[in-house]
């Protein structure tokens, strides 16, 4: 066994519920009520019902219930439309810097926890050891600059997560761990150009590859032992790198690193959707001359690099596109669900006014990076006024996060009338005491649709 995967597999295999920090525990329940509100909130949209049919095909000997219909099929198919779900409307929790969506993982957790006997701790203990693979691996090497997908991240520390859940021994965790990279290294291509449903699907289909990856293990499936060092290995793919130290003896997890999020697009998004309604009420729209967003790097990469960002066609570009982001936010004061129809994509005066934008990579602004998400924005008047709006740290960013209230209330409004009132006060229930939950199948009961 290569020296990378002992490492991370003697970390997976040794925590422990008792080792967790009450920070740690209240970060997941907090993480766990966001991803359940963008999975309710995605339950309509046309990926999440392919999902649904996919895995509605299927039945299992040990099924697993899909989020809000509780319909039956395969842990692993489960995993993937509950991740289609979770994921679709861009919604989810972030690292901020183009790391992608620890929650994707979720997907993965809650089918096989569905599938095997869990109680609320294991569950708590298998969300934070994934949340520390997965943010570690990120922080070692960014994926996504050697033309992979950051869902390479999410299937390695899902397959962390559920092997915890299973139960499985040293050795099986280790062959998990393999089988879950081997053969997933997702491209990168997924996220340039005129984006795809496939963007928001990537995260769901790496939790349903994660869970897979342990099933085999579980069964005694072997795996490659130099997976990272080995040759044509991960790091033969993607570069040469050096695991950080993980969470303990007085390092906190990683799990409360990652940002909320407020709006339905990407995380570079955020700053500029808020610096935009900030002064919104200060500009009428017919009246803007010109538009000016400053950004960092990886902002303006993935927001504003190519042409189809002035050119959106599909719901998956615009929520990617700063141009559209900020044309929509001052144009109807907010960013939501709604905004992404195609009727509003392809509004002309919104088409219009994306046309007066101008992204520019400053930067001076890497130089925040990544602790900080900045944006200056600069709005000139036809009359020659101009409006300034600055943000550097978008609500929900750890250093200025969304209260507890603020994600139960995202649950409330995100749902969409799928569960009753009494129903969300349920599930937001058994998930703030999901560390006392006999069984996690109590929690995934709650988000029955009705």
């Not at 050697?146 to 050795?171: E, N, S």
């Not at 950080?244 to 940002?259: K, L, W």
């Not at 669900?337 to 994306?354: C, G, K, N, Y």
Request: aromatic content about 6%.
């Amino acid at each position: 066994m290569d020296a990378t995967l002992r490492k991370i597999t003697d970390f997976s295999f040794r925590v422990d519920y008792d080792d967790l920090p009450p920070a740690a525990v209240h970060a997941c329940k907090r993480r766990l009520i966001d991803t359940l509100a963008c999975a309710l909130g995605a339950f309509d949209a046309e990926p999440s019902r392919i999902a649904r049919a996919i895995a509605g095909r299927v039945s299992s000997r040990n099924p697993a219930r899909i989020l809000g219909s509780l319909e039956q099929s395969s842990p692993e198919l489960a995993a993937f439309a509950n991740g289609v779900m979770i994921r679709y409307l861009d919604l989810n929790d972030a690292t901020g810097t183009g790391g992608g969506h620890p929650s994707d993982m979720f997907g993965a957790l809650l089918a096989a926890a569905d599938s095997t006997p869990t109680d609320g701790r294991t569950f708590i203990t298998a969300a934070v050891t994934a949340y520390e693979l997965y943010l570690g691996f990120y922080a070692a090497i960014q994926v996504r600059n050697r033309g992979w997908d950051h869902v390479v991240y999410t299937v390695l520390a899902a397959a962390a997560g559920v092997a915890k859940i299973m139960k499985l021994d040293h050795p099986a965790t280790a062959n998990a761990l393999s089988l879950a990279l081997t053969p997933n290294m997702a491209l990168g291509v997924a996220r340039r150009g005129q984006l795809s449903m496939w963007k928001g699907c990537a995260g769901g289909n790496a939790a349903r590859n994660a869970v897979f990856a342990t099933q085999l293990a579980a069964e005694g499936m072997t795996a490659p032992e130099s997976v990272f060092e080995g040759d044509n290995g991960v790091c033969n793919a993607v570069g040469k790198f050096e695991w950080p130290p993980f969470a303990g003896q007085g390092r906190a997890f990683r799990i409360a690193d990652t940002q909320i999020k407020l709006y339905p697009c990407v995380y570079p998004g955020q700053s500029p959707v808020e610096a935009a309604l900030a002064i919104r009420s200060q500009i009428a729209p017919d009246e803007i001359e010109a538009i000016v967003v400053r950004t960092y790097l990886n902002a303006w990469w993935e927001s504003a690099s190519e042409p189809v960002m002035w050119a959106p066609e599909t719901r998956e570009t615009a929520d990617h596109s700063i141009p559209f982001l900020v044309s929509a936010a001052l144009i109807d004061g907010t960013i939501e669900a709604a905004t992404f129809v195609p009727e509003r994509i392809a509004d002309p005066r919104l088409r219009a006014l994306m046309q007066k934008v101008q992204v520019i990579h400053d930067p001076e602004l890497d130089k925040l990076q990544p602790s900080v998400d900045p944006c200056r924005m600069e709005i000139t008047l036809k009359n020659g006024t101009k409006k300034l709006s600055n943000v550097d740290y978008p609500k929900g960013h750890v250093r200025n996060p969304a209260s507890d209230r603020d994600i139960g209330n995202k649950l409330t409004r995100m749902n969409n009338g799928l569960l009753s009132p009494g129903r969300v006060s349920g599930l937001l229930d058994a998930c703030w005491r999901l560390d006392e939950l006999d069984d996690m199948r109590e929690l995934i009961s709650a988000t029955r649709a009705g």
